[in-house]
DNA sequence: TATTGTTATACTCTATAACTATA
DNA sequence: TATAGTTATAGAGTATAACAATA
């Protein structure tokens, strides 16, 4: 098992500073090892860097992806309740709870009560919440093209790897 | 741009309960729509998948994915400052400093004064972090087989895909 | 008994800004 | 002035567990 640590032999013990003294644009000269090769790790740094892109675009006119799925959710699934929807954005129903307290607080959702089940709220989209659905669409469909410039045409291929990777790895 | 709001037709107003009633593996029978074809959605679900299954696996020997990349840098650049390192894992340098204060204070790292700059330390990984990061190692492995098992002999291009979203979308 | 939603609570990860000490 | 590291602080996001109302 010790190939699985090797490294560069050149890098075993440095002179003091050389590695260290490396300063802009550190991580092209800093060696990753293993982890260069882990789909994990690019996985984390890609969703971290295309997280943060979003949040940039779409921060004047606040609004997270956390709750911007919500919203889709409910646009599609009219009349959904918490607990489903929390299911399909996996998140558990005590982080949907105050997701969409403050969704209902800004006016964006309805929650009515269930006729024939007294514990669940059925969830809609109000129109203002659609006209700001329409916005926030709009800027994550911007962002999306920006990743879609670099995915291309491996785009349905590559979607089909996450998804599968939600589903099988959880 | 009101093509970007369709939804399916039969699901405009379905009769109360039908969408809410569904239970279990909810999330196939919820619509997602659009969000269904947003990279950054899917991207944000399988890192999600992913980190939580590493945790679950390495959980008993304590350890997550940030310290774990954290030493796999330590290791293959000894003597990199913190700065360096955290610009390697994309981190900020105050988010460095405490993870590397725990790596320390469990004896899995060392940080040593640098000659020519009283301002750096030169970070080293212990025996002791050396054999910790040989177990980790394997643990991550065994968890990347996991995800290599789905990406198949596509692997290289998916993680060229992660890489240029890191570098590009960031 | 089981389920929906709420709450109390706590934990992890993260960054910004202000600071010290060096350079 | 600029950089390395630390600290104080704050905020997002999340989950577990216990609970009330309802089924």
Do not use: C
Not at 46 to 66: C, I
């Amino acid at each position: 098992m010790d190939a699985l640590m090797d490294k560069p032999a050149s890098r075993r013990r440095p002179r003091a500073g050389a590695v260290a003294s490396a300063e802009a644009g550190a991580q092209e000269d800093l060696s990753l090892g293993l982890l260069n090769s882990l789909v994990g790790f690019h996985l984390r740094l890609a969703q971290d860097a295309s997280f943060r892109s979003y949040s940039r675009r779409v921060g004047l006119r606040d609004l997270k992806p956390g709750r911007f799925a919500a919203m889709m959710v409910i646009y599609n699934n009219p009349g959904v309740n918490q607990t489903a929807l929390g299911r399909a954005i996996a998140r558990d129903k005590s982080t949907v709870t105050p997701l969409l307290q403050q969704l209902e607080r800004q006016g964006l959702i309805s929650r009515s009560a269930q006729a024939g089940d007294g514990r669940s709220f059925q969830l809609h989209l109000t129109a203002a919440g659609e006209r700001t659905l329409h916005e926030l669409l709009e800027v994550a469909l911007e962002h999306d093209r920006k990743l879609d410039e670099i995915v291309g045409d491996r785009k349905p291929d590559f979607i089909a790897l996450l998804k599968r990777i939600w589903r099988e790895v959880g």
